[in-house]
């Protein structure tokens, strides 16, 4: 009888074998600070810190994850760190701790500012490595591993739908049913575009007053998402700009603020833990650019920098 042929390599099941080099990618948008940010009531009246992100997507975090046959993660460019901690909880929450991979993340979104540029690396870190899996993972599973990889995020996982967040506990403390009203907003940084360690600002600490005061605004966020409203969108939002100067002060933020009244503007957000201001403007209103590059000019002759119009492609266009 012939002896079977007996091989000296380590075998690998057929369907582990396949895993090996597989590769996978996701992207994540930035964002333009916050629309609301303070602290609001879930159901059952428990206070929460949250927020109202401003999504951006004409700058993005793009990662590729490539699997390899053995634990830990490599990062490229080594700094990324968060998003190396975020490959590893993707690995664990998908039941696949034993392996590892090669992570690369290439991203266009400014550091320092407000834009989101961690999360969005984080987030397109935890898509790649489902990708690799040929996995998927909803937008709320995605951003409670975000904000175990950083402590802190916020809502870019759920793209263009409006939801207040719980930047601290990575849940949806109300989802508003719809996407943003389609707005236009000519962006700039204040403070001479000095960057913000945003990872050293302590939390907000809020008073009664200005707790009662969110709870009107998160009422009238929702209801310009419900209507598409840009003009009390815009009143929300510069109301939250304006308790958020009490704790982390942009300068000449009165000088946008007049600047916006003066043309008619929906209002003025701010990045909270940064020092981006925007000028909210109706996107479906006439003459919508040459009211953005007017407003645009008058920002960068009052001395702001980096001034942008950036249009908000989200919310239902009326005709």
């Known amino acids: ?5 007996v091989s000296l390599h380590r075998s690998v099941p057929p369907c582990k074998a396949r895993l090996v080099e597989r590769r996978g990618t996701g ?4 964002h333009h600070g916050e629309l609301l940010q303070g602290v609001f009531q879930d159901g059952k009246k428990r206070l929460h810190r949250g927020l109202l992100t401003l999504p951006l997507n004409h700058m993005s975090s793009v990662a590729t994850f490539r699997i390899v046959d053995s634990d830990g993660i490599s990062v ?6 968060k998003a190396a901690k ?7 929450h998908i039941e696949e701790r034993s392996r590892g991979g090669v992570l690369t993340v290439e991203s266009t979104i400014p550091v320092g500012h407000g834009y989101g540029s961690s999360t969005a690396d984080v987030v397109a870190t935890i898509r790649a490595v489902a990708d690799a899996f040929e996995m998927g993972l909803r937008p709320s599973v995605i951003s409670r591993l975000a904000v175990e990889a950083e402590l802190a995020s916020d809502a870019i996982a759920f793209e263009d739908q409006a939801v207040l967040f719980a930047q601290r506990e990575g849940m949806v403390i109300e989802h508003f049913g719809d996407a943003l009203p389609p707005i236009w907003v000519v962006g700039f940084k204040a403070n001479d575009g000095q960057l913000v360690d945003t990872l050293a600002l302590p939390p907000a600490r809020y008073s009664g007053e200005e707790i009662q005061t969110f709870a009107m605004l998160r009422g009238l966020a929702a209801r310009a998402i419900r209507y598409q409203d840009p003009q009390l969108l815009g009143q929300a939002a510069t109301l939250s ?26 209002g003025v957000q701010v990045a909270h833990s940064g020092s981006l201001i925007g000028i909210l ?7 919508i650019a040459d009211a953005a590059r007017a407003i645009a000019v008058a920002v960068a002759a009052a001395g702001f ?10 919310g239902r266009r009326h005709s």
């Open 305 to 314: 920098k980096d001034v942008v119009v950036l249009p908000i492609h989200s």
């Open 76 to 81: 490229i460019p080594p700094e990324k760190t």
């Open 86 to 92: 975020a490959a590893l909880l993707t690995l664990g």
């Open 27 to 30: 992207r994540a948008g930035a």
């Open 281 to 287: 403007l109706d996107a479906t209103a006439s003459g």
């Open 1 to 5: 009888m012939t002896e079977p042929e």
């Open 241 to 266: 700009a304006k308790i958020s100067q009490r704790h982390l002060a942009k300068a000449q933020f009165s000088t946008a603020l007049g600047i916006a009244n003066e043309f008619g503007a929906c």
